[in-house]
């Protein structure tokens, strides 16, 4: 037989554990902090919830085995992290929230032993969190990462880097920096982009205000970071000089699969929760769960659920072949955005005016969601990418046919 | 000539002026208060903002001119409303936010001459502000009113009120209340409501907690409200005994579209961000504005925000002939809610990172007019409805072909 | 009061008497042509439906009154057009049908005396059909009608015109074509069009093959012709020379509208057809019209035909007093094609097998309906236009703010 | 590793081969009926094509290997199917057209070995077409099969049938037919339905007209059969008497899913013609491909293609594992059909007037599309059995954990 969809014994009981521990353990202490769920509720809790992963043989299923993780590939990743985002705070008591998972996977592949034991030791057992600084504001590097603006300029045995960053998640509070600079070209080349390790205390790091985002739940924030005349070494370079946008989409593709494992997770709770009350309540003379209206809209989520999934198998397939998988993920992460939001959106219309209350996680859950459709790549950015790529191809059939 | 859309000059010169107040004086302020606003600012503000409004001759449109209003129509509330609602506090500051704009409504059409003066009078000028507790938890009246569970029984001289509600807009800090409570039949028949009037400060009147709704700018919240042995005295019975369904519907159908003005007024804001935006800014080597994505938005918000408004006017017109109009107002309002609300999901998906963060208002905005697809009727209990009244009648036309 | 929305006691007499006239005499003739609608039955039954018009004293609602017509505005067009489509060969009956009522519209407004008298006035009887010669096959004139490649070049005492247009709607068993033609500039230059007038049976003018598209119904079919050395008066000249592209736009809009109008009457007997079919029928135990899917289907159509209507109203008005409304036709006409389409084929969804067979006529409603997304504009060029205006305007304000 | 989606080396190959074949071979042969499609041209046709691809080494993908076929499963007809849909003609070639597909499914699992001799060999061969009689005008069995009303009574020696089907695609010059009548119980129950076996020839089988369908391409039309005291002997019971509707369960899974992916093929066809014209057309000074709402169309095609490919693939694993998978099948079913007419749709929208004449195929597949959203089960009975099962299990898990 050639397809086969099955998962691992092992990997079968680590979704099974991630299930239990996600739904007993963390959702409680979500609930708790209901009415204030900015950051993840901090540190203090992060570390509190992540020894109680560790004990329940869930923690880091992403990082590699001798950094203490389950040394899962994307595929596995999966079902594992869709368990772990049924709560907003699962995936920080996993540590496999954005950007620290990202950044595990990107260390992994790309630095050296000794960045590996100074940076990446520490990120996968949870002891440091992290930040990856490439986002900049107008006109800098945004949708279009080849505008970025930040430079690094040699200096004595190494770089002096200055430059202006946004939307940097998790910079609050995060013990290191993944830097990406310039280091030659100008704006607009797409090339010449080094990456730079740099301790959060180094000086001329200077992380500025939380932008004041939609969703609240990331550890750290979406901050603000200014890099004003800040020296690293040459022992500093992740990977080699110039590099940089090309290790970038190391990152990227398989950091917005995970993405969409976790939101995905988040949405199939916001359904749950609607489902579960269409169940129980009655209107109009019947059970809101028997009105077709309201069908319609169960019926839609499960639609959306099973298509995501199913998009995130191929995707993840083609990334652990060792594929760019560029079409795959941009395709994955374009459905999944919207269909995430629109699960979301349902779920709170069906539940009316407790819908859009704090008294069922759904509003809250809207707010999460609904910047996943610009964040990681907006949809119009993504579908534009997709689009050039079948329409040059085309060209080219047409030019090679003459 | 039959067909005319031409607003009288008066109308027009109001408008000029709804229009000019709105951008220069209040929407200043409002974006003073960006970071937090709740309540609209609270009365304190209230108060100040009313007062400009009266000197710059824009203050209580609706109003009849014997209560210092200027005594619009249906049909042009329209466009002075929409201007108004370009702010989220313009609403506030004309004196026409839900409910109170609704309640001037109402007891200019039910009231008797001293109930006017005791409650229309000074709310008309702002003096007070009011509430209206129809809206109960479940399985109490929701989107099906005849679900009525709180009750009002004789007692000496008047009438004893128990009950619980929620979801009343404004409750805290309001004057008075408008009371719906059953005084004859049972839940779920469609008679037997009646309509009390009575100071909020009357014993056995206790307003509950704010719900956490994802919504903030209503002044008063949405509030949970406990009548507890209230007593009201026969003078407190709005119009007749046992006819509050049918006053609730001269109520209805007018706020549903005061709403969708107000709330158009809101997404034209949001647009109008947008599109300064993008004309402004460029990407991927062109002005955002020239890139055919960016233009699909623009170009379907200004189809819904037409189509809205087109909508809106023939019901204006229905109602304005002394129609109820429920078939119009219902399309109408099924419409808008879900056009306001893509409108403004648009703009902020056309700004990208900037849309979801607070340094434009869109994210606030997006907060603000989702809830309208479930106030008021949702979505689903509108279609149901329009269904119902086609189907039936098509239903009848076969029995009396036969 | 200012909104008015009342038509006059004459045209409501109109609208009754068309939608007997409709209902009673044209559909049972249209039902008995069911298996092959092609161009409306021919000459020889348009001419039979137009003396039963005439008789009904409906025929021509558009018409100047001095040519037999009732000189309707087009506020005044909107329900009697509307009535009219509700037969797909209804138009034709009443001499509404494309191209010939935007045709005589044109030439009430453009032509001189004696080119009245020779071409309008047989037109607006009844007498001969018409075609409209603007389209040509890429890279000429489609949606950017400035590509314009016929060419008419002075010759002795008149013109000689040559070129290739397509899609030329009821160019077969035309009685003369009205030709748009370069006079000066090049394809691509937005000036230098003029307008012929030439008999049909001119020699020079090929009617080629009819272009076998998903619609059937048009009288005349949509087809190639070519223009071979066809030589013309001076006389010939429509207006003048070099304002074709001008003239143009007093045809297109009011064309877009009526196109609106007519399709409008059929997506309604669409959802009439299916109404009446669900309002019949049981399916899983229970009415289908009372199932909420069903339900969903048949208020959406009913928002969509609500919000068609609305927003024909303000293009008319617009267009009535004397505005070019190329923004506002724009907007109903992409509204209107999407809408009257998603409206039969929900129709059709809703009757299940019998919905896609010929035992009802609404698979044959939504080949004739689908094309309207393309003709006169697709909705992505009226999108593009729409955006482009608003774009615009933002950025001189900009500009001027400065 | 766990998850795998590669094929093997011989379904490589034969996916491949069908590639090919589909494109050199079959598809001029349908330019050439572009036409006239219906019913792929004949029988005389079909046994051409059907010869040419027995010598291609593709017929017959699905049959068992002993009679003839290559025996794939589920998961490895998805990709050479789909190569086969490319062309409307190449299900017929390859011997996998509806209904004959799923009737080779259905015998080579539940017939007895004389039965596989006697209909499932020539089947397999194509030697002969066959029909599957189970739908019913109103009040019978449509969408809910347990209202099936067709009889079957003892008589001597076997059964004597009675009773009317229609829409039983292929009739018309099948060779035998798979006959669903109810042995005991009452119209409205889930049991008494038995298969009966009969040639063609059988006295008391009458194929009446041709229901004229938005389809036209299917091999003997779909079709009114009437079976008026139709007599077989009890070895014409296919399995067991009274299983009937079980084994209905075991064709209609795979059947939904094949339709799916044949259907996929046509609408890739449908998504390339496209492509290749934007690809080489201008239009408003640059080329179609590059115009970002153009761009928007061939991404959602893009995205619908994968996630309808995805779905098949999980659906299909699930068949192939022996899980009923109602739930995966109804999943991908109503998601494949709705994208599947939204790809053809919006490939004819980005050809303009190209795009819905004859000119290029896209006018004809969006009819073949279309009425898949009604057949195998319309979206909207799908979406309620979702739904239902969803509610259900929730419902039961409330109940469990009181």
Redesign the interface.
Known sequence: ????????AD?QALIERTRAFTRDVILPIEDEHA?DITAAGGDALRIGMQRAAKDAGVFAPHAPIEFGGHGL?M??RAPVFEEAGYSLFGPTALNIAAPDEGNVHMLAHIANPEQKQRFLAPLAHGDVRSAFAM?EP??GA???PSALTTRAVRADGGWRINGHK??ITGADGAGFFIIMARTSGEP?QRGGATMFLAPADSPGIRVGRH?????RAMIGG?CEVFFEDLLVADDAVLGEVDRGFEYAQVRLGPARMTHVMRWLGAARRGH?VA??R????????SRL????????M???N??DI??T???L??A??EL?RGESAS??TS??K??AAEAIFRIVDRS??MC??M?????LPL?RL??EV??F???DG???V???A???R??GS??RE?RDAR
């Open positions: 037989m050639s397809i086969d969809l099955t998962y691992s990997v009415g590939n595929s596995d986002t107008a006109p945004g949708s279009d946004w939307f607009g932008i004041d985002t939609l969703d979406h749950d489902v579960a269409v169940a129980q309540r009655e209107g109009f003379g769960g028997d009105l077709g209206m309201i069908q319609k169960v019926a839609d499960e639609i099973a298509a999934r199913a998009l198998v191929r993840c397939w652990d079409n795959a395709i994955a374009t459905y709170m219309q009316g005016g819908g859009v209350s704090g008294d509003a809207s707010r609904r910047p459709r610009v964040y907006p949809s119009e993504h579908r534009w997709i689009a050039k079948v329409v085309a060209k047409m």
